[in-house]
């Protein structure tokens, strides 16, 4: 077990001297080197760095609200120390001359790095079964997958491995991750969050958020990688809230949402539907009133995002060629185009081929209308529904999943695999904010040798809620204890 638990936990420790940051970042660093074999969370890390890190933070040459905590970094996000893989072999030698925003943020906050987390192959999938350089594992239970594709970053923290880490989330890889580790994930308002040297999939869906024990945890990573960036056009130029300031707050007149699109959705496992139940009695009886709510286009959710964020992703992608960026092949070739064909095919693994050919299709002369521009306007129809769900209601309240942790190969049908988003997308379609909390486990068949593993609930709230939807999320754990349970690494 880590020492003090919790990223605040750990903060306030070596603020008081109760530990050094040197100690604490042993401990991680030790773990990592016991542990990590089995979990595959990291890709690379950086040990003398960070103590070095960790004993100017002791000497107190470096301060700030995150001072001396080790967390983890998911690894499409840009720094002048490692290489940037996306977990692929593309980008595998590829060494950022810059570091992203929020990297800067971290630092300027004082938290140490230990390492870059594993992921699906440029974020592109939901279990990292699709990473070119390994499958992560879930701490619950090592013979399942951690969820995509910030799984590194979950199961970083979740086999604490990390205080915390920061993910990326496309259409719910980092919420659906953190439902599949028993952690909290917050998907950030599109613009919350500075995009600047995150290696793009999907550039008006992808955000970075942080994946961590509790709602304290996220609030206060929230309060450091906020805020605006002129670097980043989509950027929001508002004032970063104190997410910390009301989450322990009560509140009066709680609305939360229940959408009849989502009650009955096709394969939902039952304990997933019954800790959902249970959930939604605990808001009851902490006074909340619970709204009937219609998100009537949430059924074209999964069509859309798998059209809109493919196109996004070839455009994105193009870039990678052989000779601009990324790997090149060193077999004969007779001329320009073999040079980019050998090189894209050599480079890039099944899946991000799959959504690269999708997207390319799709917006392609003929067919852009028909795919492209038809899915945009799903999108606006989606967005819609959100803003008079929100006329009615705070937050709405769903499953992160229909399933817990499933083992790799289950889901090897690229339909099936999508569908794990099925609660997801539709956030990230319509740039809101989004949070998973722990609110179950599954119950193993007497004599098997099944392990519990987590499920999560989903909270969705309007633009630049995060800190009411923290605060929300917080009830539920005030009363519940699955956000203190651990892995048992």
Known sequence: MLPFETLLGARDAIASKKASSVELTKIVLDRIAKLDPAYRAYVSTFPD????????????????????VPIAIKDNLCTT????????????NFYAPYNATVVEKLEAAGAVIVGKTNLDEFAMGSSTENSALMVSRNPWDTRTIPGGSSGGSASAVAGMLAYASLGSDTGGSIRQPASLCGLVGLKPTYGRVSRYGLVAFASSLDQIGPITFDCADAALLMNVISGHDARDSTSAAMDVPDHLADLEKPM????????????????????????IDRAIEVYKSAGATIVDVSLPHTKYGIAAYYVIAPCEASSNLAR?????????????????????????????????????????????????DAYYNRALKVRTLISRDFEQAFEKCDAVLSPTSPTAAFRPGDKADPLAMYLCDVFTVTCNIAGIA?????????????GSDEKPLPIGLQLLGPNFSEPKLLQIARIHERVTDYHTRRSGA
Do not use: N, W
């Open 49 to 68: 760095r960070a103590l070095g890190v960790a004993g100017e933070v002791d000497a107190g040459k470096r301060v700030g609200p995150l001072a001396g």
């Open 81 to 92: 120390f490692g290489a940037t893989t996306c977990s692929s072999k593309m980008l595998q």
């Open 252 to 275: 009066k007149g709680l609305r939360i949402g229940i959408a009849r699109e989502f009650d009955l959705d096709e394969g939902m496992d039952a304990e997933v539907k019954a800790s």
């Open 320 to 368: 990678y060629d052989g000779v601009h960026y990324g790997h090149r092949t060193a077999e004969p070739v007779r001329d320009i185009i073999e040079l980019f064909s050998k090189s894209r095919y050599e480079g890039f693994g099944d899946e991000v081929k799959r959504r690269i050919m999708i997207g390319t299709y799709a917006l392609s002369s003929g067919y852009y």
């Open 434 to 446: 989004g949070v998973s909390i722990p609110c179950g486990f599954t119950t193993p068949e007497p």
